[in-house]
């Protein structure tokens, strides 16, 4: 089992940064691949960005490049996304999740934490 525990989330103005942490426990020696999703208001759940447990390398949706970096502190079995250049459609509930090497998918999640942007 793994567990995801997210926090950083709150209000900030369009063009503020904010920096979201996702601390891991348990099985930590399973994970293949760390990603951060988000769920805006009224809509579906999407992926943001994800990085590679052992190697770091990254990769992101179009729509956050260049503007959020994911990084992941082994030591501290911690990710993180910081974020810069917010946008009001950066609104959402933000969501941590792991992948396992012999998981098919995303299989644990964090409980989210919410993220405003104010325009």
């Known amino acids: 089992q793994v567990q995801l525990v997210e926090s950083g989330g709150g209000l900030v103005q369009a063009g503020g940064s904010l920096k979201l942490s996702c601390v891991v426990s348990g099985l930590t020696f399973s994970i293949n691949t760390m990603g951060w999703f988000r769920q805006p208001p009224g809509k579906d759940r999407e992926f943001v960005a994800a990085i590679t447990w052992s190697t770091g390398s990254p990769n992101y949706v179009d729509s956050v490049k260049g503007r959020f970096t994911i990084s992941r502190d082994n030591a501290k079995n911690t990710v993180y996304l910081q974020m810069n250049s917010r946008k009001p459609e950066d609104t959402a509930v933000y969501y941590c999740?792991?992948?396992?090497?012999?998981?098919?998918?995303?299989?644990?999640w964090g409980q989210g934490t919410q993220v405003t942007v104010s325009s």
């Open positions: 999740a792991a992948r396992t090497f012999i998981g098919t998918g995303y299989d644990y």
